[in-house]
């Protein structure tokens, strides 16, 4: 027998009872898991469960709509961090570590597991931070160092290509070694080296020439200060020996981050080629996915030079292909006379103002923590004294030891 003729054999006021009864026992299924819901002993062992099963779907299911009954304790947001930080949700993995900490300071697997997630979202300074009170054996685990004078070695070469006649290739070398000075202080120094052949303007002989070989070395040190998990300061200073002029330059910034974003505020000042420069940048990293699968960044930089005012931009894309390849692309517009990129760490003392650019990188992750970064570029610039815009390749590798 159909339901509809059913209803009609029992009349309405019987159908309506029915419905009524239905209900009442939905509601009352209800009622009695919302109630369960606010039994702290039922919650706490149900969710501590789940955790040992790994049932991350489940555990996140309850652990919500426990909190959203009110029934909101440190350690169900430590489980919930475990259970996002497993399934790589990393933006969800702080918003839970890190109430759990914050109610519960002693608490070192709330700690321990917020260190463990700021170091998946690749950000060593919040991690050494809170890590600094976790026992020997829990930061070795980890992967983070304690205080020593080398925790990173990296070595970068870079080849530069053009057909304009009047600019030969050049070469560029760094060495780069990280120190760990204390679980708020790091300090990486850079010291490298750039070699090109130019022709110039042989000054006193009209229509003349001669060939220079441009030869400098550049020593960049920069100083991160964590002091907060959300809060970081920078300060940098940059030496060039002297060629195309004197170079001295000094720099500061903040960041600031939060779990799906993070933004920096730089100011660069000093002298470059004989002239005082001044560079305002400002930083931003989006996670649209909460985590490292996807993210954008871009840079606003204005250079103020010789009483003018030069505005660059950067915009740019990267993610994980493989749990041990990454890619970005990248490109930038915006001719500049000098610019510094990197806090520092690359200075475009330019004899030929910047243009456009774009570059693409690969970073491959290896073992014994090894980590190689191949960045392939192209851009143009201008010979001034011609008014002559040229194109250049690059193509640069750098290989890293991380302890």
């Known amino acids: 027998m159909s339901s509809a003729p059913f209803i009609r054999y029992l009349g309405w006021s019987w159908a309506w009872r029915l419905a009524l009864l239905g209900w009442l026992l939905v509601a009352g299924a209800g009622r009695t898991c ?6 702290y002993q039922y919650v706490d062992s149900l969710n501590q469960a789940l955790l040992e099963q790994q049932r991350w779907r489940a555990l996140d299911s309850v652990g919500r709509a426990a909190i959203a009954q009110g029934s909101d ?5 430590r489980r919930l961090g475990a259970g996002a930080l497993a399934t ?7 918003r839970y570590y890190g109430p759990a900490l914050h109610q519960n300071p002693l608490d070192d697997e709330a700690r321990a597991g917020l260190a463990a997630t700021y170091l998946a979202f690749n950000q060593p300074g919040p991690a050494a931070l809170l890590a600094g009170t976790l026992p020997a054996e829990t930061s070795r685990a980890l992967g983070l160092p ?3 004078a080398l925790t990173e070695l990296e070595v970068e070469i870079s080849t530069l290509q053009t057909s304009e006649r009047r600019r030969g290739a050049g070469t560029y070398g760094r060495l780069s070694v990280g120190s760990r000075l204390s679980p708020r202080l790091s300090l990486t120094q850079d010291f490298s080296y750039y070699h090109q052949s130019v022709e110039l303007p042989r000054y006193g002989f009209p229509g003349g020439i001669e060939e220079h070989r441009i030869s400098q070395n550049q020593y960049h040190a920069l100083l991160v200060g964590q002091l907060a998990p959300r809060w970081q300061a920078k300060a940098g200073y940059d030496f ?17 981050a939060r779990p799906v974003w993070t933004a920096q505020a730089g100011l660069y000042a000093g002298m ?3 002239t005082a420069r001044v560079q305002a940048d400002l930083r931003l990293t989006v996670y649209p996915l909460g985590n490292l699968r996807l993210y954008g960044f871009g840079r606003g930089s204005l250079v103020r030079s010789v009483g003018r005012t030069y505005p660059n931009a950067l915009l740019g894309a990267g993610g994980r292909l493989r749990p041990w390849l990454w890619a970005e692309a990248w490109g930038s517009a915006g001719a500049v006379p000098v610019l510094a990129e990197a806090d520092g760490t690359y200075v475009y003392n330019l004899l030929d103002p910047l243009g456009r650019r774009a570059a693409a990188s690969l970073l491959i992750l290896g073992a014994r923590r090894l980590r190689l970064r191949l960045v392939y570029g192209a851009e143009q610039r201008r010979i001034t004294l011609i008014n002559k815009s040229y194109s250049l390749s690059s193509f640069s590798a750098a290989l890293a030891w991380i302890w």
Request: aromatic content about 8%; cysteine-free.
């Open 34 to 39: 919302a109630q369960q819901l606010l039994d």
């Open 146 to 148: 304690r205080p020593r």
């Open 240 to 256: 060039i020996t002297r060629d195309l002029g004197s170079n001295h330059l000094g720099y500061l910034a903040l960041a600031y």
């Open 88 to 94: 790589s949700h990393l933006a969800a993995a702080l």
């Open 272 to 274: 470059v080629t004989d």
């Open 73 to 77: 304790y440190p350690a169900l947001r």
